[in-house]
């Protein structure tokens, strides 16, 4: 019985630790077997590789679409290709995942001189850590690896573990992949990189923040040369290409005159505009997108954008040509480096008095008259008791006044009288209402809903274009690397407001800037249209106006919906600041 019990006690543990190794390595082999390469890259990458122009045809950015894991007809570069095989793994094309002959030279190496001088890892090894596992140094995770390396060299070919490894091998400054830092360190395309630059990319790949061009420059040059050596003794190239590119001088891409933008939002945002006009017809490897964005009007924006209040506070700016609807100025964060939210297009906040040009049009469109009369006093609609801001309240007063003076209590006195299913079918007509629909509230009437930026300042632009609408675009043409024309835009109108409806509306909006709420946006001899808005708390802070072609909205405001100390006369100051730097206006 006792015989029995002792090997019950030895069996079971042996068990225990017999299915704790073996289906963790199972499972391993099934993650690895159903790995889908297609699908490791980031989400946000896209199948072509572009070049991205302002309206003035200066580079936005380029980016070199990543490599094709399963297109035998997309190759890697030669010198690309070999400067990581020379500098990480040279016996990259002899071996099964695991160089045993490599990993025994390591171990002596490293034991003669007393400290990790090299690695033993292949490329493959690398590969299996930056897709299946991390870079813990543990027995554990080092049999794992191996396990990894081995069947990735048996499912894929050398030249699919290669493009993976180039496509996802992280380079430094946020680079993940050769494409990305060939963009990051030189404001290039793969194909336009020089044999110096290519080994200097590649030379990254040991230790990207230590070996930074941009964190060291000397040390970053040193390995470039390290990687030319081993190339020139590999037999790759020759001794006069190996000297003319040590020679070469390192131009990164912050030194370049015309440095890109760095904002990734805005970036995003017009390659997502570009997939929905390409849709998935696109067979073109590279595409030249030329954006409506002017270049030096957008960094004018940006700069300005510093001085809008705390540092905390957040900005949002929009420039609409008014007749085509082109967006030509687009600023979505105060720091575009590190945003990762679009204020334009994403952030839907109520938008106070901006919105009071919709019960006033719809007014006008009624029939009345600038010069009838309302009572300007305060009042109940059921248990709803508006204020007027600073509680100021004037009385009998004409439509135009009330505007001027940005009255609560008028607007929703028309609501009132002509209908909220009115005021809503306008808005609708201006592309308000989609983004958060319209309820039959009388808040409605004084801005209590909102939208975003870009549909409040389409609107505006909308009655800048005598009544006519435009759909905004960020684009102007899409072409291929040979210049063939791929889509070009056709902007179109919809008219939605009778001209002289428009220009009783201009004269509303004139007389804010001129005469009322609006006075910070006034400029000197210059015919402004425009409008404050202010939500409950100071919680956003608009501006929308229009001067000649041009429609500009702003919007400053917290994240977190916390009030501010500000009012939306420092969005009319910035939208005045920006304009007058834009067309060269002494204020």
């Not at 299915?19 to 390595?25: A, N």
């Not at 793994?89 to 002959?101: A, L, M, S, V």
């Not at 909102?450 to 300042?457: H, M, Q, V, Y």
């Not at 632009?461 to 791929?486: H, M, T």
Request: aromatic content about 12%; hydrophobic content about 35%.
């Amino acid at each position: 019985m006792n015989g029995k019990k002792y090997k019950y006690l030895i069996f079971t543990p042996s068990i225990f630790i017999f299915f704790s190794i073996f289906f963790p390595i199972l499972n391993l082999i099934k993650i690895t077997l159903n790995f889908d390469p297609q699908k490791v890259n980031n989400s946000k990458s896209r199948n072509y590789s572009y070049e991205i122009l302002s309206s003035d045809n200066k580079i936005l950015k380029k980016l070199s679409r990543k490599f094709d894991v399963l297109d035998n007809t997309n190759s890697i570069p030669f010198y690309l290709k070999y400067s990581f095989i020379s500098g990480e793994d040279k016996r990259f094309y002899n071996h099964k995942g695991i160089d045993f002959i490599g990993l025994s030279r390591a171990f002596i190496n490293n034991l003669r001189s007393g400290y990790i001088k090299e690695g033993g890892s292949t490329i493959t090894q690398q590969l299996a850590r930056l897709i299946f596992l991390n870079n813990d140094l543990s027995f554990q995770r080092k049999i794992k690896e191996i396990i990894i390396s081995l069947l990735l060299d048996l499912r894929y070919s050398k030249n699919q573990i290669l493009k993976l490894y180039l496509n996802n091998i992280y380079l430094g400054s946020g680079a993940y992949g050769v494409n990305e830092a060939s963009q990051v360190y030189f404001g290039k395309l793969i194909e336009e990189l020089t044999l110096s630059e290519i080994a200097l990319i590649a030379g990254l790949a040991p230790a990207p923040s230590i070996y930074s061009p941009y964190q060291n420059i000397e040390l970053a040059i040193k390995n470039r040369n390290k990687v030319l050596e081993s190339m020139y003794l590999d037999g790759y190239i020759s001794l006069s290409n190996k000297n003319k590119a040590i020679e070469e001088r390192i131009n990164l891409n912050y030194q370049k005159a015309g440095n890109f933008l760095d904002d990734k939002l805005l970036i995003n945002f017009i390659l997502e505009e570009t997939d929905k006009r390409i849709e998935k017809k696109n067979d073109n490897k590279f595409l030249r997108i030329k954006s409506s964005i002017n270049k030096d009007w957008q960094e004018k924006a940006q700069n300005i954008s510093r001085y809008a209040g705390p540092e905390e506070i957040e900005f949002a700016l929009l420039s609409i040509e008014s007749n085509t609807g082109l967006i030509r100025t687009m600023i979505t964060s105060k720091n575009p480096s590190i945003n990762e939210f679009n204020r334009v297009t994403s952030s839907i906040r109520p938008l106070g008095s901006t919105f009071k040009i919709i019960p006033y049009a719809a007014a006008l469109i009624e029939g009345i008259k600038l010069s009838d009369k309302f009572e300007d006093l305060p009042r109940c609609w059921e248990s709803y008791c508006p204020k007027n801001f600073s509680e100021n309240y004037r009385g009998s007063i004409s439509l135009i006044e009330s505007f001027k003076s940005s009255s609560n209590i008028v607007p929703i006195s028309i609501t009132k009288k002509i209908g909220l299913n009115n005021i809503i079918n306008l808005a609708n007509l201006f592309g308000l209402g989609y983004e958060q629909e319209f309820k039959e509230f009388p808040s409605l009437a004084i801005g209590s809903y909102g939208d975003n930026l870009l549909n409040i300042t389409n609107a505006y632009s909308a009655i800048n274009n005598d009544g006519k609408i435009q759909s905004p675009s960020i684009l102007e043409k899409i072409e291929s690397f040979n210049n063939q024309s791929i889509w070009e835009n056709k902007s179109t109108s919809k008219k939605i407001l009778d001209l002289k409806i428009n220009k009783k509306i201009n004269k509303l909006l004139e007389k804010s800037v001129k005469e009322g709420t609006s006075k910070a946006a006034s400029i000197k001899g210059k015919k402004i249209y425009g409008k404050t808005g202010t939500s409950d708390g100071n919680k956003d802070l608009w501006f929308i106006g229009s001067l000649d072609n041009l429609t500009t909205g702003i919007w400053i405001g917290y994240d977190d919906n916390k009030e501010s100390e500000l009012s939306s006369g420092n969005a009319a100051y910035l939208w005045k600041k920006f304009i007058a730097e834009i067309y060269k206006i002494t204020i």
